[in-house]
């Protein structure tokens, strides 16, 4: 199973967590593309790369992958990309493209709504509800390292148990 690593990936924090989830992940059997490590589009000192490039380097990627890894952020590229894994494992070829899987860590995730208070007075932190009706109905969405990894087994293995049935 090769899994597509999407998320924010601009600032140190993110670059750490993204290639130490890439490791784990690897560790686990699986196959990763981690665009943090592809250094096509990645070199800084560059001047040749374009936003097309990105994209089409990416985008050949997400083509080569079965599942997306959505780190459910604001970020507009990792959104643009959990759209096309969606449509792609929806509407052209189920068997090849297994969907999007989301991993929502956000801390302000945890806050409880507090109902007497409204706008930015209350400190619950919502996340786009088309997102998360499209990752739930998809492979899912954990809230964890953890869970995510038990959870691509359990792809994995349900995946391997309809190819042995279909040999």
Do not use: H
């Amino acid at each position: 199973m090769r899994i597509y690593l999407g998320g924010p990936m601009f600032d140190l924090p993110n670059v750490e967590f993204n290639l130490n989830l890439a490791a784990r992940l690897r560790k686990n059997g699986f196959v990763v593309y981690c665009p943090n490590e592809n250094e096509a589009i990645n070199d800084k000192t560059r001047t040749d790369i374009t936003p097309e490039k990105v994209y089409l380097q990416d985008r050949e990627e997400l083509l080569a992958s079965n599942v997306f890894l959505c780190q459910v952020s604001e970020d507009s590229g990792t959104m643009w990309e959990a759209g096309l894994m969606a449509c792609l494992s929806t509407d052209v070829d189920p068997s090849r493209y297994y969907g999007v899987i989301g991993l929502a860590t956000d801390i302000r995730l945890a806050t409880v709504p507090d109902p007497a208070k409204s706008g930015i007075e209350n400190q619950s932190w919502a996340v786009n509800a088309f997102v998360i009706g499209g990752l739930k109905t998809s492979l899912g969405v954990v809230g964890d390292v953890d869970s995510l990894i038990a959870r691509l087994l359990e792809i994995r293995a349900e995946r391997e148990e309809t190819e042995d049935a279909r040999s």
